[in-house]
């Protein structure tokens, strides 16, 4: 089973840091959210593997706050 | 014999169903029997799924007395596909050649976002296969040749006009109220096939609770009449310009009838929609000028659930009674009529005293299989046409938005995965001892395949397979002497491989045998023939697994 990787692996980390900043410079919060999401599909698709994706999911929800109820 | 009426009348707030056969209720002297007749089994529900169960057991010498509490079929229009799998049941049945011809066959499935084409897929990507991957039929027409093949089975008793609306449970039977035209009778069952449908009173009456999920959204569903040269394609649309942010369905079915289903989401007002002036001009946004007639207009909300257990004593559960899915993926009629086919061989070699009674317990555990996975696909089909939230929403527009460039995304698209068999995880199959590759699987259905009769006759492997047991060999040195009870087909001589279709799909060399049980599902394989592994698979099987053999 593989596991999720969170140690940096980016040789240039702020470089990554910037692709991604760019990429969403100029755009509203709702087109960066949609853009963001069709990010996620397609990294989710390329990592192609359900255990890493949970891992990444429980990751992401776990550093987040919590929703309000 | 029926009498079939065409041409409904229109009523204020929709058309009513137009095509109707009509059967005729006759006094059974069981009901004048001083004390409650006996009957070994009795099946209530003479819905595609009861039909399919007393013809089965019919065909296998076991008397049936089927009964409907109503003289017709034909009340509202409801499943439309039927699946391959169902096909090779009914063509087992007797009646599969001829809905095949009555049918519309149809393999392509087209997809649509806003009002692109998104992809095509082909269900049906390999021939040599005796019946379609989906024909569209009205579910009436399947229910009248049902009955029809029914009526022409000794021991099969069709009683209209006969409601359940009693059962007492006994240890080794059940008695049944039976309300007819002429009062209520007590009739006697060894065993109660429950095919009443999803408002089954055989549960209400069992105390049976029905769990899952109701989904919110609303559905229009039409069938129209119209003569137009569309292809003949499953299509669907995803937030089409003719019914902007809500999916859309479109189905040839024959006699120029299309079948359309709209969403309207959940707050839609249910009397409203059902307007004849409303829903027509839903269907102009999306038809055009074309003329059309509404033949049947109807509002679903869709659930899944299923009860938690099929098998009460002697009360047997099949179809809707038994579990509910929505309509996304062709699942409801088609998985009832496989639980009947599961149900009906297993039932009569009870009755017959070939096997013990723990064989009925493997119905309930392999069609429970069946169902939790036509649920969750269903579930998974509703959830991504009409996803719960606004949040859950922009993903799936999301995957719809990266369709056209992303292969990946084409494939999460899900519109209905359309029905196949289950693949029974079971405790009926012996493990491979031999390895075996290709598409042949352990528990499923042996796929089909096509021959060549000596006389050069062609036809096809399912064919070659009898009501029972049937041991399939492919021509090898050693001469195959099934064990008793079990029929021999032999691939070699008489029935020939001519295009290498049986081997390549059965991975088969020569000597290899393959025992299938009744229903055509494999249950064990080996490269040479021994009689007493095939003897000892056998009776695993009618010892249910049980480490009996
Ligand atoms: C809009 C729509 C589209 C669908 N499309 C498809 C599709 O394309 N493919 C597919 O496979 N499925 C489809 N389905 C599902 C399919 O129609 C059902 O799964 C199927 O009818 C179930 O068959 P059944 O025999 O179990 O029950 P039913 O067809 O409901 O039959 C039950 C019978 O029992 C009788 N009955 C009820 N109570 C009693 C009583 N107390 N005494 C005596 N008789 C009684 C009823 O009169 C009825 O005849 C669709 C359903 C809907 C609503």
Known sequence: ?69 | MAERTVGGKTTGAATERKSVYRYGYRHSPDQDAGAPVRRPVVVVGAGPVGLAAAIDLGRRGIPVVLIDDADRIGEGSRGICWAKRTLEIFDRLGVGEKLVAQGVTWKLGKLYHGDELVFSFDLQPEAGHKMPAFINLQQFYVEAALVERAEEIEAVEIRWKNRLTGIEQHNDHVRLTIDTPDGPYVLDADWLIAADGARSTARDLLGLSFSGVTFEDKFLIADIRMAADFPTERRFWFDPSFHAGQSALMHRQPDNIWRIDLQLGPDADVAEEQKPERVTARLKRMLGDRPFELEWVSIYRFNCRRLDRFVHGRVLFVGDAAHQVSPFGARGANSGIQDAENLAWKLAAVIKGEAGAALIATYETERIQAADENIAHSTRSTDFIAPHSEAERDLRDAVLALAGQAEFARRMINSGRLSVATVYDSSLVVPDEDAFAGPARLGAPLPDAPVRRRDGRDGFLLETLGDGFTLLAMDGEAPVAPPAGIALAAIGDEVRDVAGVVAARLDATPGAVYLLRPDQHLCGRWRQFDAGKVAAARDRVLAAGAGLS
């Open chain 1, 1 to 69: 089973m593989a596991k999720l990787v969170s140690q940096s692996r980016f040789a240039d980390p702020d470089a990554a840091f910037l692709a991604l900043v760019e990429a969403r410079r100029g755009l509203s919060r709702e087109q960066a959210a949609a853009l963001d999401t069709r990010l996620v599909l397609i990294l989710a698709n390329h990592i192609g593997d359900l255990d890493v994706l949970g891992e990444a999911i429980a990751l992401a929800k776990a550093s987040g706050p919590a929703p309000a109820l």
